[in-house]
């Protein structure tokens, strides 16, 4: 059955491709091509509860043209709804409960009069009507937006990206981290030999009279914004099932373009249920089964969209035996999606537990020997220009600016949880990741739809000091919040060697190492940054054999030493 918004929009398709054309995008600013940044007075006035997409995807134009609804509660009186919109689209209406809508729009921002004072704790929904050329993708998904490619027989390939630029570049929405819709409605149109991948599950197809169709995806959970995407091609559907640890049969779906279905089907039925079967033994059951686990194939690497993950690694295995780049992506359901950082500054949450996660798989597949080799490849990553946690609000090109972490957020997080590993133990620790993640350490007895929740580091702290029984602000101090990477002094003091723990502005921190000596390896503990070895010279001793805490070693670069290189070989 066709819905009268189709009708109505098609009957206008004429004038819409004629306005498409002649809108070519200008230059968008600096505060459209970010994300996260700190909400305004404005923004915080209210709550997204729902975003209803109705986009026709013009392929010859690479534009779109639809509407936008966007249903919120007022967390304040309210008689302004503020947006973040890309300026360079053209808005032809704006509806709500009362007619059309007077509207003020800047390069970066929509202010839209809702013709009332909406109180606080009412809901209210606006519909934006608008067309235009979106952001063109210039190096997906890292410079992300809207990929107008070819599959190799020569047929469309769309795919959407914007983790770094936010969802003001595709459509009018509240674009910070700390408010996901609780659902969105996806109504997308393509011409009749493309499908549709999205987020969700598909509700129908929609046959439109010109030979087009109209496809219905729909999710019912929190959804991370830059986890919303369309795959769009002439895609080979695989399915499959798998069946969770707390009983859920969860469907399967690997979205793969015709040329490559076969190559699909094989990592599909080798590598989807093993790495699911990985997340749910050390993490916990899978948190959409009730919607999907799904993979669409990408024109570029890969993002971690929920329930429908972009893959695009060409169906290799790496050197450990495996697809690294779907595994990574699969642990951003957990750590990204069902659990999210409220805040930029917090998106080691997401990147540093699913780093860890890779070298914990290679462990249980290749063995010991691989584990080890792939942390020290991590290891040799880590830059230490700025703490991997910086305190304040960080937008996303702050984070990966000259203040922010950047790419330490994966490597030096990962060893950050790694040595935080050996601190509380293992039992200890992964309860640490599952209360962090479902609020419990028996998450087996929850059933879908699983609570998603925002996480900052500050609660993760709480979370490991409540285990651990002890307050552990000191190892996320120098772990999490400084800059430099600790270092360990070995020194021989008479008969004794003395270990000594130096620390950025000498901040206290009593990390325990595992040392061998006469051939047997114990826990060393410290007090005020020291330990004592009786009777011990440092020939005698082996500190820290199985790489088990993370330390600055005469391997790893400082970060002034990694700059004069990199301005070397620009030279």
């Given at each position: 059955?066709?819905?009268?918004?189709?009708?109505?929009?098609?009957?206008?398709?004429?004038?819409?491709?004629?306005?498409?054309?002649?809108?070519?995008?200008?230059?968008?600013?600096?505060?459209t091509m970010?994300?996260?940044?700190?909400?305004?007075?404005?923004?915080?006035?209210?709550?997204?509860?729902?975003?209803?997409?109705?986009?026709?995807?013009?392929?010859?134009?690479e534009?779109i043209?639809?509407?936008?609804?966007?249903?919120?509660?007022?967390?304040?009186?309210?008689?302004?709804l503020?947006?973040?919109?890309d300026?360079?689209?053209?808005?032809?209406s704006?509806?709500?409960?009362?007619?059309?809508?007077?509207?003020?729009?800047?390069?970066?921002?929509?202010?839209?009069?809702?013709?009332?004072?909406?109180?606080?704790?009412?809901?209210?929904?606006?519909?934006?009507?608008?067309?235009?050329?979106?952001?063109?993708a210039?190096?997906?998904?890292?410079?992300?937006?809207?990929?107008w490619?070819?599959?190799?027989?020569?047929?469309?390939?769309?795919?959407?990206?914007?983790?770094?630029?936010?969802?003001?570049?595709?459509?009018?929405?509240?674009d910070?981290p700390?408010?996901?819709?609780?659902?969105?409605?996806?109504?997308?149109?393509?011409?009749?030999?493309?499908?549709?991948a999205?987020?969700?599950?598909?509700?129908?197809?929609?046959?439109?009279?010109?030979?087009?169709?109209?496809?219905?995806?729909?999710?019912?959970?929190?959804?991370?914004?830059?986890?919303?995407?369309?795959?769009?091609?002439?895609y080979?559907?695989i399915?499959?099932?798998?069946?969770?640890?707390?009983?859920?049969?969860?469907?399967?779906?690997?979205w793969?373009?015709?040329?490559?279905?076969?190559?699909?089907?094989?990592?599909?039925?080798?590598e989807?249920n093993?790495?699911?079967?990985?997340?749910?033994?050390?993490?916990?059951?899978?948190p959409?089964?009730?919607?999907?686990l799904?993979?669409?194939?990408?024109?570029?690497?890969?993002?971690?969209?929920q329930t429908?993950n972009?893959?695009?690694?060409?169906?290799?295995?790496?050197?450990?035996?495996?697809?690294?780049?779907?595994?990574h992506?699969l642990?951003?359901e957990?750590?990204?999606?069902?659990?999210?950082?409220?805040?930029?500054?917090?998106?080691?949450?997401h990147?540093?537990?699913?780093?860890?996660?890779?070298?914990?798989y290679?462990?249980?597949?290749?063995?010991?020997?691989?584990?080890?080799a792939?942390?020290?490849?991590?290891?040799?990553?880590?830059?230490?220009?700025n703490?991997?946690?910086?305190?304040?609000?960080?937008?996303?090109?702050?984070l990966?600016?000259?203040?922010?972490?950047?790419?330490?957020?994966?490597?030096?997080?990962?060893?950050?949880?790694?040595?935080?590993?050996?601190?509380?133990?293992?039992?200890?620790?992964w309860?640490?990741?599952?209360?962090?993640?479902y609020?419990?350490?028996?998450p087996?007895?929850?059933?879908?739809?699983?609570?998603?929740?925002?996480?900052?580091?500050?609660?993760?702290?709480?979370?490991?000091?409540?285990?651990?029984?002890?307050?552990?602000?000191?190892?996320?101090?120098?772990?999490?919040?400084?800059?430099?990477v600790?270092?360990?002094?070995?020194?021989?003091?008479?008969?004794?060697?003395?270990?000594?723990?130096?620390?950025?502005?000498?901040?206290?921190?009593d990390?325990?190492?595992?040392?061998r000596?006469?051939?047997?390896?114990?826990?060393?503990?410290?007090?005020?940054n020291?330990?004592?070895?009786?009777?011990?010279?440092?020939?005698?001793?082996?500190?820290?054999?199985?790489?088990?805490?993370l330390?600055?070693l005469?391997s790893?670069p400082?970060?002034?030493?990694?700059?004069a290189?990199?301005?070397?070989?620009?030279?």
């Amino acid at each position: 059955m066709k819905s009268s918004s189709n009708r109505i929009a098609l009957s206008c398709l004429a004038a819409v491709l004629v306005l498409v054309s002649a809108c070519e995008p200008g230059s968008r600013n600096a505060t459209t091509m970010d994300t996260g940044l700190p909400l305004s007075e404005g923004l915080q006035a209210y709550d997204v509860l729902r975003y209803t997409l109705r986009n026709e995807i013009l392929v010859d134009r690479e534009a779109i043209a639809g509407s936008a609804s966007v249903r919120f509660a007022a967390l304040r009186d309210m008689d302004t709804l503020e947006l973040d919109f890309d300026g360079t689209f053209h808005i032809d209406s704006i509806d709500g409960p009362g007619g059309t809508l007077d509207h003020e729009a800047t390069e970066s921002k929509l202010f839209i009069k809702l013709g009332e004072t909406v109180p606080a704790g009412e809901t209210r929904e606006v519909t934006v009507r608008y067309r235009g050329k979106p952001v063109v993708a210039k190096r997906p998904p890292w410079d992300g937006g809207f990929q107008w490619a070819e599959t190799p027989s020569g047929k469309p390939w769309i795919a959407t990206s914007f983790q770094g630029e936010g969802c003001d570049i595709w459509w009018p929405c509240k674009d910070h981290p700390s408010d996901e819709p609780d659902g969105v409605d996806l109504h997308i149109t393509v011409p009749g030999d493309l499908t549709v991948a999205s987020n969700g599950v598909l509700v129908g197809v929609t046959d439109e009279p010109d030979g087009r169709k109209t496809f219905h995806w729909q999710t019912n959970v929190p959804t991370n914004l830059y986890g919303i995407a369309l795959n769009i091609g002439p895609y080979e559907l695989i399915e499959g099932t798998h069946t969770s640890t707390n009983g859920t049969e969860i469907p399967l779906a690997f979205w793969a373009i015709e040329d490559h279905a076969d190559d699909a089907r094989k990592l599909f039925d080798t590598e989807m249920n093993e790495m699911v079967a990985f997340f749910e033994k050390f993490a916990g059951p899978y948190p959409w089964g009730q919607e999907k686990l799904g993979i669409a194939e990408t024109p570029h690497l890969g993002m971690e969209h929920q329930t429908i993950n972009a893959y695009g690694n060409e169906f290799k295995r790496d050197k450990y035996g495996f697809d690294w780049l779907l595994h990574h992506e699969l642990a951003h359901e957990w750590f990204g999606n069902l659990v999210s950082a409220s805040d930029y500054a917090d998106l080691w949450i997401h990147e540093g537990f699913g780093a860890y996660m890779q070298p914990v798989y290679t462990q249980e597949v290749m063995g010991d020997a691989a584990f080890h080799a792939r942390m020290y490849e991590a290891y040799l990553g880590i830059r230490a220009c700025n703490p991997v946690a910086p305190r304040g609000e960080f937008s996303d090109d702050r984070l990966h600016g000259d203040e922010g972490p950047g790419g330490d957020i994966y490597g030096r997080g990962a060893w950050t949880l790694h040595s935080l590993r050996y601190l509380m133990g293992d039992e200890p620790f992964w309860e640490s990741v599952r209360v962090l993640l479902y609020d419990t350490p028996d998450p087996e007895t929850l059933e879908p739809p699983i609570a998603a929740r925002h996480r900052t580091t500050d609660d993760y702290l709480e979370i490991t000091s409540t285990i651990a029984g002890r307050d552990l602000s000191w190892f996320f101090e120098v772990y999490f919040r400084s800059t430099a990477v600790p270092e360990l002094v070995a020194r021989q003091e008479g008969a004794d060697v003395v270990l000594e723990w130096k620390t950025e502005d000498d901040l206290p921190f009593d990390m325990p190492v595992p040392v061998r000596r006469s051939g047997e390896v114990v826990r060393v503990e410290f007090s005020s940054n020291t330990a004592r070895l009786a009777g011990l010279s440092i020939a005698e001793v082996q500190i820290d054999p199985f790489m088990q805490v993370l330390r600055k070693l005469p391997s790893l670069p400082t970060c002034a030493e990694r700059e004069a290189e990199a301005k070397k070989a620009e030279s």
